[in-house]
């Protein structure tokens, strides 16, 4: 799934968990406004509604002009400096009608508080027409959103540093300390993921060293040299462990990996593979190049399509 259909499904979600209380604030705000509009009655409501709500950090009205009718409502008080502002080209202005009394905006750094938030508009209408919005500014720290699983297997391709990607071929691979001992270095990396509980394991071949992630120790990575990664005493340094039964990659995989990774270390002296990661918890693989360009795919498409892409 990609990070968009994520983001598109958390603002659905916001919408059916706010859309009923919108609604009835929207209700009240025509009740406000009909007839004989009170200003005054429309920011003692807003005042109210923002008491009950901490996730608000802001509320107005605008009429179905753009112009701003209430005043800007906060926690703090009521600041009237603002009635009477033309709000017509903001984004959300052209974004609800009928159909769509809903509107939410992407996340933005606020001005005012400097802080992650996102703008809800929603409708006020009276005898089935619009003639107004609410606008709310929330704190997206402390909105319920909701919980989602970031699947995201799909290849991604980053360019890198467009200065190094024009000397590529003004540059060779130079042969590392790593290279030399490649197949002792991929033997105990495989001991280590498939054996002592690593679940995620970086090999910087050009420096000669690796990053490790254990799962006893999952928030804190380990550095090791090249003299440590290419002496099975390093084995001693981590627990035997049974092999995970929620990995997405297998024992056998894991090995296809390195064999591959060894090919694009030397498969040209140009482009070539500076680093490798591999993650057997979320199946994820993390390529960077000599171009300076980074791949990110999972172990399954790697395997299915390698002869495709990298050879």
């Not at 709500?53 to 906060?74: E, K, M, P």
């Not at 600041?79 to 609800?96: C, K, M």
Request: hydrophobic share 40%.
């Amino acid at each position: 799934m990609q990070i968009s259909d994520l983001i598109t499904r958390q603002k659905d979600f916001l919408s059916d968990q706010l859309g009923e209380g919108l609604m009835q604030l929207a209700q009240a705000c025509d009740n406000c406004l009909e007839d004989t509009p009170s200003l005054e009655k429309l920011n003692t409501l807003l005042h109210s509604y923002m008491q009950q709500h901490q996730y608000t950090n802001l509320v107005y009205v605008i009429d179905s002009f753009g112009v701003q009718l209430s005043a800007n409502i906060t926690r703090e008080g009521i600041n009237t400096d603002f009635q009477g502002q033309d709000l017509s080209s903001r984004p959300f202005f052209n974004a609800i009608d009928d159909e769509h009394p809903i509107y939410i905006s992407d996340a933005y750094i606020s001005t005012a508080t400097l802080k992650p938030c996102i703008s809800v508009v929603h409708t006020i209408c009276h005898k089935n027409e619009i003639i107004g919005m609410l606008v709310f500014d929330l704190d997206l720290e402390k909105l319920p959103l909701l919980k989602q699983e970031f699947a995201l297997d799909n290849w991604r391709q980053i360019k890198g540093d467009p200065e190094i990607r024009s000397n590529l071929f003004n540059q060779t691979r130079a042969c590392s300390a790593m290279d030399k001992s490649i197949d002792t270095v991929h033997n105990i990396a495989i001991e280590l993921l498939c054996e002592l509980g690593v679940f995620h394991l970086k090999l910087h071949y050009a420096s000669s060293r690796a990053t490790i992630w254990p799962f006893d120790d999952p928030y804190n990575y380990h550095i090791h040299v090249l003299d440590e990664i290419i002496s099975p005493n390093i084995l001693l340094l981590y627990p035997r462990k049974t092999y995970p039964q929620q990995a997405k990659v297998t024992p056998a995989q894991v090995r296809e990996v390195l064999d591959k990774f060894k090919y694009m270390r030397f498969m040209d002296e140009n482009l070539y593979l500076k680093t490798g990661s591999l993650n057997i918890m979320n199946g994820m693989i993390g390529l960077s190049f000599s171009c300076d360009g980074n791949h990110y795919l999972s172990v399954e498409e790697f395997l299915a399509n390698f002869d495709k892409i990298y050879s």
